[in-house]
């Protein structure tokens, strides 16, 4: 372990955070950080969900206040009581959502809060000149004028670096900066960041994308359950040492056990075609197709924004969608969710918190909620049968709640999951929908949650799944689809096909057969 | 050692406490308080609130709001005497008397669905599609009888008498309007415990994104909060017009969507949904009615009286404020 | 070129150039309606029509007060908030200056104003400060305004001290302008700049398009807000005291409906009632076109062409804000669609 120990520390660091504590109500997110930042490096945070990279960001600028622990900047203690004085001491923040005016002009956004003035009163001028030079650098040619919400994505995280490069940032905090690019724009990111780092500034950049890692950072620090685990350069460590590291495990162990829980993938025998969908059409979506047979996995694998959720959601009737779509071989229109259930599907949603549970219900009317028109007498709900259910549930489902009773805000988000899982097989469906089951969900959950998922198809169930981890979806499933920019590009018989196979038909979408052959 | 959650507590019991502390007070400091008169009165006054605040809690509890009940109640009030103006205007006195309950409720209801509906399909914010009729929904009422005071001693009808039976009629000793308001509580804390629908309202309210992707049908669960707001605002409008014996589209239900929302935020119902006590929106329009009775009984004046009940909502406002994290 | 089009880049051109349209008539539509509304009345009623008389004493004197609150509500509604208030306030004001009125004409007008500034800052403070819902706070406000009113003018309406010069305010002229009107002009000439060439405006059009990137900008939002509300207040307490002087009394039940008259004004001249998007211009003109209206209404009434009483005005100015709202929503969903 020794030679692969931080490098000699560097004479005077940018940024020395250390000690650095935070708890809320009932969670301690923060216990022991540390961060060391050099002067114009590109360092890496990474770590599992809620392992406390972004509290420890939120401190750093000025969001929250830390309970313990030390932030020296150049020199100089610092303790920022909001975003603004943060800014001004040098550290600028990109967040993953863009948080920026859609109605205000591009020029305006980059300066809110430090609009420039002549005469108190603004001088527009100055701004948009000033607005124009600063994209120019990054080699960005826009009319600063328009409203910053006409302009895509990609051009809007532009203009969110323009703006942290217009406040002479010393260090800028990017916080899962490609999570809304493809592959183009994340170049022209890279290439940005290597020119904020040409001009000395320093870049904290956290990503789940281990590779890109390798392509910017030079060094990264690892962290697990509110503490700093480890931290050092970049080149001489590999990825799965990474892994290894953000879970907690032992090298040898992740290799070994592969890193889920899926065991019985192959094995099965798919019956039926349960669903059918070709060509379908809707927002992100042009012409993807997908079918799923009774008992089978199939994995649907694709960058962001390839249209994994949005073929989930369509299926489900949750958004308007056109296209063929066949239940066992009955052509069908699910035009709400309330048709999908009766037709036997059930969808686990991406975003549990926004889209899945209903915070303040119980335990027992968030796994009921779906069943409630089964559970009901001419509108009155049978409780001793909702009870009986729910019991079985929680039993079977090995959910750790104190009581059914218990608002499932409280539990965890394995827990959670499970919840919502309930949800979906107390109809006895035929057919489920996984929205990235396992994200945000702590490892021993996470691979219950799998077994569990494994079981379902060797009763019989159909499952469609997404997820942005390749391992789950090349260990999970029996098939694997694969869409690019809405539509469907490639397919594979998961048993045999690399995670290098997978990526290359994600990224570059091409279906040719020598992908099979290689795996061979 | 456990904490002893000192905010939590006043959240979950604050208001009965407050209620407590008012009945006590008046009990020793104001004559004739423990009298049937003045029971009577202050649940007479309270009634109205009562079966506002109700549907109101609906409402709140799906995530949205009912600013418009107060101007629903006008148009109610002044719809009523348009049926009674004679004995034979629509053959028998029945009929006119049948039309003058039935059709008011009938046109706030259909007031309530099309706040619903701006919400539901034209997707306006609750606040935004609630202030159109808030705003003009007086201004309706004031057409539908020329802006004028209608009394009821100079309506023609026979059965006028049983109009007013709503809001002074006795039953066994209780004041007619007690026994509705007590007839809609139990109805409403039941439908919200025991009924698919009361859980499809506070999922809705919950997470409303979350539960149409469960199945519940949410658009039809905001339009019937709308429509149901609107019946129970028409229903306290004629119980207004009956008590006062006479229909003033200014006057009726003025203030009304700030008793009610005041009634439900001091019950304990947060205002941001997918939570609510029926029973609780009960005891903050007794608060209400008796904070304003405790006042007036002290020869407290009109005008001190307004600025103190505008403080206690914004006190009740306060103390079930979410906590912002 | 148009030739080398093929069938779906069309069809884009033409949605396009319809979006185009309805945007133009979504911006400019009330000033279209405006101009029309115009044109209309000097067609019809002739010099009557444009009078000196008529267009400064009758129409824009008389109009101060919808102009003066909605001037509030413009910045109140920009910032993504609501001030329902504003009648009671201006009552408020208008007893406050009646009372002072025996000190002259200036304590009277400051201290109405005083007064409105006072109720906005409780507004801006439990809004900004606690977080509160706007229309809730406001709402308790109009009622705790209502009742300082009639506790500072016991009940009745407070007559007017006419020997210490404060019913001059309405009767001052500058040319042919009457003072209120002067004052009302320079304050929208005001609004103007506050909004558009200062940072204070362009803080309160970005709280108002996304309040957490504002805060996260390092804007101040509390203090923009109390400001937003209590300047609010103040032309609300300033509205009070040209009713106290061109009524010549501080009645407590005045001033009914006048947040109805405010908020449909802003919102018909364009403002969207969700926050973030308007201007202090489209505000005039959307005072100016409902002025109009009951004008016109006025003067087919006095033509014998219907017989139309005034509760009329309140039916009309909801079903304008009712389309209105409508239409923005349309735009609203039309616009992130496109996106």
Known sequence: MNDLAPQPESPAPLLLMEGIAKAFPGVVALDGAALEIAPGEVHAIIGQNGAGKSTLMKILNGVYRRDAGSIVLDGRAVDFRDPQEAQSAGVSTIYQEINLVPFRSVAENIFMGREPRRWGLLDRERMNRDAAAILARLGVHVDVRRPLGTLNIAMQQMVAIARALSTDAKIVVMDEPTSSLDDREVEVLFEVIRGLKANGIAVIYISHRLDELYAVCDRVTVMRDGKTIDHRAVNGVSKLELVARMLGKEIGEVRRSGATGFRHQGARVAGEVLIEATGLQGEALDGASVSVRAGEIVGLAGLLGSGRTEVARALFGADAADGDLRVKGKPVRCSSPRDAIKAGLGLCVEDRKADGI???????????????????????????????????????????????????????GGNQQKVLLGRWLCLDPSLLLLDEPTRGIDVGAKAEIQELIDELADEGLGVLMISSELEEIIEGADRVVVLREGRTVAEFDAVDVSQDVVMHAMAHGENHEPATTVAG | MKRVDVPALIRAY??????????????????????????????????????????????????????????????????????????????????????????????????????????????????????????????IAQLIVNGELREFRNLGSPLVPALEFLGLGQVLGVRFQIIVMLVVVVLAAWVLRATTFGRYVLATGGNSSAARLAGVPVNQVKMAVYCLSGFLAGLAGLIVVAINRSSDPHRVGEYMELDAIAAVAVGGTPLSGGRATIMGTLVGALIIQLLRFTLIANNVQDGITRMVIAAAIIIAVLAQRQRVT | MASAKVGPVAMDERGAARDRVISAIQRQGALIALVLLVVFGVARYGTTFYSQYNIFDAFLNNNTFYALTALGMTFVIISGGIDLSVGSVAVFAAVTAARLSVYGLAPALVGAVLAGIFAGLINGWLIARFALQPFVVTLAMLLAARGAGLTLSNNAPVMVDFAKGFTQLGMIHLGPVPLPVLITAVLYGLGMLLLNRTRFGRHVLAIGGNEEAARLAGIPVARTLVVVYAMSGALAGLAGAFLAALSFSGSPTGAIGWELSAIAAVVVGGTLLTGGIGSVGSTLIGVLLLGLIFVTLNFERGQGTFQLNSFWENFIRGAFLLIVVVFQSRLAKRGNAAN
């Open chain 1, 358 to 412: 209903i915070p303040y219900m119980s335990v027992r009317e968030n796994l009921t909620l779906a069943a409630l028109p089964a559970l009901a007498r001419r509108g009155i709900v049978d409780t001793t049968e909702q009870r009986k259910i729910v019991d079985r549930f929680i039993a079977r489902l090995g959910i750790k709640t104190s009581d059914p009773e218990q608002a499932i805000r409280e539990l965890s």
């Open chain 2, 14 to 139: 604050g208001a009965f406490i407050a209620l407590a502390a008012l009945i006590l007070y008046n009990s020793i400091f104001t004559r004739n308080f423990l009298s049937i008169g003045a029971f009577n009165a202050n649940l007479t006054q309270a009634a109205t609130i009562v079966i506002v605040a109700v549907g109101m809690t609906f409402v709140i509890a799906t995530g949205g709001i009912d600013l418009s009940v107060g101007s629903l109640m006008a148009i109610a009030g002044s719809l009523a005497p348009l049926f009674l103006l004679d004995a034979y205007q629509f053959g028998t006195p029945v009929v006119g008397l049948a039309l003058a309950i039935i059709a008011p409720l009938v046109a706030t209801t259909l007031c309530g669905a099309f706040n619903g509906v701006l919400v539901t399909r034209i997707g306006l914010q609750p606040i935004i599609a609630t202030l159109v009729l808030y705003l003009g929904g007086r201004g």
